[in-house]
């Protein structure tokens, strides 16, 4: 049986005594907000945070608004709150398909949005228990030098791999991070860098508090996901699209592909294919071609990464006809 290791527990009631014990406690710390990703992480010595800071008692990051301007999540609201909100199941439908897609009921009823937009990356090489990492000789991840997925790599290929990511980010979803110097609101999407273990450019200090979504008005989206089982297991492939029409044509779009990479990419070549066009069969076709182009699956997670690549041309025509079928409703 895989133990936690000893760690000290913090569990403050704001946001300004959550970043005050971070401040005193610096590197060694983490927070924590539904634990289904961090506390198995520490099981398997993934993480090895000496102190964790619990976000569940703070009432402010457990706000959810709905409001004709958009909706503001707090970062530790569960996903399966999200999941049964009746305005939100009606204004942004693909988002909550993509959070009904995450893990299994129990682990929706503990796990948060802010910990599934900062969830770890993960890698067949770095995702098993410390002494199989230990027997192999360990990954650059974590404890050692050398990336087993390619050798030769300089970087971490480990891969982003959250569900509600690619779509809240073809929503224009942003992310709002506080810390001691204050507050800044920025792009969901700059908040990803495709490096494995870098793999978020908010500092390591800065507590996530709140995905603001703008307005679903005007817009259509879809989010598909590709996974071995259907009970439930993390993307192998995922597809957020967003579209808004002008006089039937396309005035604005955004596809994002997801555990393609070590962050979520954006399918601009498929976007300018689609820009200004009708969403007949023949534009998805070639929007679904050049979104082929910056998928670069590796072969460190389930499915071979040729067969991904492919699938990916496929998923985004779905997701595609999806949103001119909506159109057309
Ligand atoms: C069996 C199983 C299946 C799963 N399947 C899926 C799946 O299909 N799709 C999927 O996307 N995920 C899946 N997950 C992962 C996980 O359950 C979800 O991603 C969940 O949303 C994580 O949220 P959490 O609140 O539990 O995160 P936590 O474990 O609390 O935190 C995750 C990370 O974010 C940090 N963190 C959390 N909140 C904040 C904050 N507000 N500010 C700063 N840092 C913070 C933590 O330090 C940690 O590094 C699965 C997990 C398990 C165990």
Same mark, same amino acid.
């Given at each position: ?25 610096? /590197? ?11 506390? /198995?992480?520490?099981?398997? #010595?993934?993480?090895? /945070? $000496? ?11 457990? #706000? ?5 301007? %958009? ?12 999941? +049964? ?37 993960? &890698? ?14 360990? &990954? ?6 050398? &990336?087993?997925?390619?050798? %030769?790599?300089? $970087? &971490? ?29 920025? *792009? ?35 989010? +598909? ?9 993390? *993307? ?17 779009? #955004? ?8 962050? *979520? ?48 041309? $496929? ?15």
């Amino acid at each position: 049986m895989m133990r936690l290791p000893r760690f000290r527990y913090f569990a403050p009631t704001s946001v300004k005594e959550a970043l005050r014990i971070r401040a005193g406690e610096g /590197p060694d710390a983490a927070f924590v907000a539904g634990g289904t990703d961090l506390y /198995p992480n520490m099981k398997r #010595r993934q993480q090895t /945070p $000496k102190t964790v800071i619990g976000l569940s008692r703070i009432a402010a990051l457990r #706000r959810l608004r709905a409001r004709a301007e %958009g909706l503001a999540i707090g970062a530790a609201v569960p996903l399966s709150e999200i999941e +049964r909100h009746r305005r939100v199941r009606r204004a942004y439908p693909a988002l909550v398909h993509a959070i009904e897609e995450i893990s299994t009921p129990p682990l929706r009823n503990m796990g948060t949005l802010g910990g599934n937009v900062l969830l770890d990356t993960r &890698c067949n090489y770095y995702d098993q228990n410390y002494e199989w990492r230990q027997a192999i000789d360990f &990954c650059m991840k974590k404890d050692g030098t050398v &990336c087993w997925v390619a050798p %030769g790599s300089a $970087k &971490c290929l480990a891969v982003q791999s959250a569900d509600s990511v690619p779509i809240l980010i073809a929503l224009g979803a942003s992310a709002v991070l506080a810390s001691a110097d204050g507050e800044r609101e920025v *792009p969901l999407e700059a908040l990803y860098a495709d490096d494995g273990i870098r793999y978020l450019t908010k500092r390591p200090e800065e507590l996530l508090t709140e995905i603001r979504v703008p307005s679903p008005v005007g817009r259509r989206s879809s989010y +598909r996901k590709l996974r071995r089982r259907g009970a439930f297991d993390f *993307p192998v492939l995922a597809v957020g699209a967003a579209v808004r029409l002008e006089n039937g044509r396309v005035a604005e779009t #955004r596809i994002v592909l997801g555990a393609v990479a070590s962050a *979520p990419v954006r399918a601009s070549r498929a976007e300018a294919v689609l820009n200004g066009r009708v969403l007949d069969p023949e534009a998805i076709a070639e929007a679904a071609q050049a979104a082929a182009g910056p998928a670069k699956p590796m072969d460190n997670t389930d499915f071979s990464f040729l067969w991904r690549k492919e699938m990916t041309k $496929k998923w985004v025509a779905a997701a595609l006809a999806d949103l001119a079928q909506a159109a057309r409703a």
